[in-house]
């Protein structure tokens, strides 16, 4: 496993400067945002696209640094029954497209979220069997949007020469469990995999170490990332939380920086319990911790991945 960055937390640099930055905290390999639910500071995908200089240029700086893209991330909702699914079905094709171009083989994204029915330009979000009404809906969801989508999807990525593409269990999407995932990937094959995230395990009530001995293999990208759940917050309301994340001393529960949530012990467990299940993918930090500023966040995060990663650096 080697130490790699989402570089969205140092938005605020420059690609040069950034990948300056990554190198100098011992990052070894890099996660791009191409758009989507990203702003994508580092990356212009229309010029990386159309001009083979910009590409050239991108390539030596990374050299120099001794750093390398892992993958190309466009995570957004692609099924989005509007206009935004449409923007975001045509920022994933121009992703692959990129990939191509720059030998990138994997690409992390989400599954995206239909609408309830056809017709309806707002996705809808399924998690109770309540009214029975629901079932109908997530039938629907699946056979008639998802699974189609996502076998062209997978299609679209071996022509591109796309080896992986890594569905991040997220909420609000289609795929936020590993039965999710796995029912996705029972009909559309092994070029996709999770990118397990454990921070929206924790706070879905599952336990990422017991799920990453389950899935093992099927994993194939994982985003260190960590949420504290908030005492005398979280016993009162539960967990399902609509305020947004910069209200953190409201909320059940937040996105902390490594080890803030859950300590170093506990994430070496999680990295140890992967590599015993056949994980050999990539671990990309990223950090969305609003209760600290996010240079201090990523310092402090990386002190966490280093000891607890199964690797010297």
């Known amino acids: 496993m080697k130490l790699g960055l989402v570089t969205d937390c140092l938005g605020?640099?420059?690609?040069?400067?950034?990948?300056?930055?990554?190198?100098?905290?011992?990052?070894q390999?890099?996660?791009?945002?191409?758009?989507?639910?990203?702003?994508?500071?580092?990356?212009?995908?229309?010029?990386?696209?159309?001009?083979?200089?910009?590409?050239?240029?991108?390539?030596?700086?990374?050299?120099?640094?001794?750093?390398?893209?892992?993958?190309?991330?466009?995570?957004?909702?692609?099924?989005?029954?509007?206009e935004e699914g449409r923007q975001h079905n045509i920022v994933t094709e121009k992703t692959f497209?990129?990939?191509?171009?720059?030998?990138?083989?994997?690409?992390?994204?989400?599954?995206?979220?239909?609408?309830?029915?056809?017709?309806?330009?707002?996705?809808?979000?399924?998690?109770t069997c309540w009214p029975a009404r629901n079932a109908e809906i997530l039938e629907w969801q699946w056979?008639?949007?998802?699974?189609?989508?996502?076998?062209?999807?997978?299609?679209?990525?071996?022509?591109h020469g796309i080896e992986r593409?890594?569905?991040?269990?997220?909420?609000?999407?289609?795929?936020?469990n590993p039965e999710t995932f796995l029912k996705l990937r029972?009909?559309?094959?092994?070029?996709?995999?999770?990118?397990?995230?454990p921070s929206h395990h924790f706070w879905m009530g599952g336990d990422p170490i017991r799920t990453a001995r389950a899935l093992g293999k099927a994993i194939y990208h994982v985003h260190a990332k960590d949420t504290r759940i908030e005492r005398g917050v979280a016993e009162i309301n539960g967990y399902y939380e609509t305020k947004f994340f910069d209200r953190t001393p409201e909320r059940s529960w937040n996105y902390v920086?490594?080890?803030?949530?859950?300590d170093v012990s506990w994430w070496k467990e999680f990295f140890s319990v992967l590599k015993m299940s056949g994980f050999t993918g990539n671990v990309t930090l990223e950090n969305e911790d609003l209760t600290m500023d996010s240079y201090t966040a990523l310092v402090k995060a990386t002190n966490v991945l280093k000891e607890a990663l199964p690797a010297r650096f």
């Open 12 to 27: 605020n640099l420059s690609f040069n400067e950034m990948v300056k930055t990554a190198a100098e905290l011992g990052y």
């Open 257 to 262: 920086a490594l080890g803030h949530g859950h």
């Open 143 to 159: 056979n008639e949007i998802a699974i189609p989508y996502w076998k062209n999807l997978a299609k679209l990525a071996e022509q």
């Open 97 to 127: 497209q990129l990939a191509e171009l720059m030998g990138v083989k994997e690409i992390v994204m989400m599954s995206g979220l239909p609408g309830a029915a056809p017709g309806e330009t707002v996705p809808n979000w399924i998690t």
């Open 186 to 197: 029972e009909h559309v094959g092994d070029r996709i995999g999770m990118n397990f995230d």
């Open 29 to 82: 390999q890099l996660e791009l945002a191409t758009g989507n639910w990203s702003q994508a500071p580092h990356v212009d995908l229309d010029n990386w696209l159309t001009s083979a200089a910009t590409r050239q240029s991108v390539q030596e700086t990374l050299a120099e640094h001794h750093v390398e893209i892992c993958a190309f991330n466009c995570s957004g909702n692609p099924l989005a029954p509007n």
């Open 165 to 176: 593409i890594a569905v991040e269990n997220h909420p609000a999407q289609l795929v936020y």
